[in-house]
Each structure stands twice: as structure tokens, then as C-alpha cells.
């Protein structure tokens, strides 16, 4: 104990002790937000949901070919779009089994209504979102001004190239 006290009397050190706890304490912040909570992960929790648009415009920023890497990437494209979705707008029911993707949510919140998850999930600006494997989905858009997301998927050769 009297060698921690040591260490917090210089002042460089204790801002620095000080900045980590604060990292570390942003960081699983972070890790955590936006997730299932444990105790309502269900395998099949909910098996639809919205099948059409509404309120929703989604726009490719850009797209790159990934034939070049070999034979087992031809015909996919890595691509980023940008979804805005409006005040009750919806992004339809789909599946990320083959397609991942990652979901920066930049402006407004929006809920997603999970496959295997019983309670809705409430994402806010600045979350991140991994979609991939057994996971099917969709968002509605809760709130009252419009909710950016940030796209970046792999897109299957089978899949259109602005299919959601």
C-alpha cells in the first residue's frame, strides 16, 4: 500500500494512472453498449420482423472488387454505404450469414429487433455493431430525427449490389 501512495505523489504519474483508469473505463463502455443483455440471449428469439423499407436511404460511397486476392474471393465486393434512416423509418429483415458487415451508428439511435435476441436493442451514436454468422435482423428507427449509420460488408457474388 505505502508503495502505491509513493507512486501517486509525482504528478506525471498520477495523471497517468489517472488517464489509464479513464481509458480502461471508456473501453468497456464501449465493449458493452449496444449489446443483448446476457440473460435474454435466446437462440430463435424471434424468427421475422419488417420486411419492406420505409423511411430509408441507403447509398454505396464505394465499392472494391476483391477478385484480385484469389479464386475464392471472386465476384465479392467489400463495399461502404451510407443508410440514413428517418423518424420511424425501418431497414427490413435480413440475414448476415453471408454477408458480414460492421455498423458505425454516427448521428441519432436507432433499435435493433434481433434473431437471438428477446428484448430490443437500442443502439446510440458513436456505437459499433459486428453483424455476422447466425444473425438475422432488422431496425427501426425510434427516435425523432433522422439516425446515420456507416455500412462497410462484404457483399456475396449471388447478392445485388444494393441489397440491405
Known sequence: MLSTLTVCRSPLKAALALGLLASATAISSVAFAGECPADQVQAGALADGETMPVGVTDDVLSSIDLSFKGDAWKDNMLRLRKLVVQP?????WHEHNARPANILILEGSITEYRSNC?????????????????LAHWWKNNGTVPAVLYSADILPPAADEHQM
Do not use: L, S, Y
Request: net charge negative; charged share 25%.
Open 118 to 134: 428477446k428484448v430490443p436493442i437500442e443502439h446510440k451514436a458513436g456505437d459499433v455493431v459486428a453483424e455476422f454468422g447466425d
Open 88 to 92: 420511424a423509418g425501418v431497414v427490413p
